[in-house]
């Protein structure tokens, strides 16, 4: 759940971030209606729970999947959920490259996508490995919320055999296993960010 969630979240909320930073007013490629459209719908979808988010959707995933419960069904609601998450972490890493390096590219003639691609994207790449982290470690959470719902996963487990059959040490077990996986993920990213940074 996790992975493909992250995989397809991730392309998706990198464009989408992109298209945030490069057509707003004073961007690379200013188109402010698009932005103006773009932003709100973002901004509306981030404000949805999660577990509201995988009721109000369950026709569409049905209809996508043919099931609305279960690991498969789970990851419609997920993307839908880290997409919009990722591409406000992406557009605030872009947003972090300075101004100077932007005019520097345009000066010597490179066209809007070569500046994303040569200029923008390697200049922000340490932050954006640390907006991923942050971005998976939420999906972490989210995932374990999906298991309310037969979602699967580890928090299917609390819930069926924590929850459900008052069994503390399955739950304890799961709370245990969540925050490994949380804090192994963030010392990789801190890792892979500063090795970045550094070269």
Do not use: C, H, W
């Not at 990198?14 to 707003?24: E, F, M, N, P, S």
């Not at 470690?137 to 929850?163: E, K, N, P, Q, R």
């Amino acid at each position: 759940m996790v992975g493909m969630s992250l995989l397809v979240g991730t392309i998706i909320g990198a464009i989408l971030g992109i298209i945030l930073v490069v057509t707003q007013r004073g961007g690379i490629i200013p188109v402010p209606i698009l932005y103006a459209v773009l932003n709100p719908i973002i901004n509306l979808i981030r404000s949805v729970p999660f577990i509201i988010l995988i009721v109000a959707i369950m026709p569409f995933t049905r209809q996508l999947v043919g099931t609305a419960i279960g690991t498969t069904a789970a990851i419609v609601p997920l993307i839908i959920y880290i997409t919009p998450f990722i591409a406000r972490l992406v557009e605030n890493s872009l947003l972090e490259v300075g101004s100077g390096i932007i005019e520097a590219a345009e000066s010597m003639g490179a066209t809007p996508l070569q500046i994303i691609r040569y200029f923008l994207l390697p200049e922000a790449f340490g932050s954006l490995i640390l907006s991923l982290t942050t971005a998976t470690i939420s999906l972490i959470g989210a995932t374990a919320m999906a298991g309310a719902v037969g979602g699967g996963g580890i928090g299917d487990i609390a819930i069926i055999y924590g929850y459900q059959r008052y069994d503390n040490f399955a739950m304890i077990s799961t709370v245990i296993i969540l925050v490994i996986f949380v804090q192994v993920i963030q010392s990789t990213g801190n890792k892979l960010a500063r090795l970045i940074r550094r070269s």
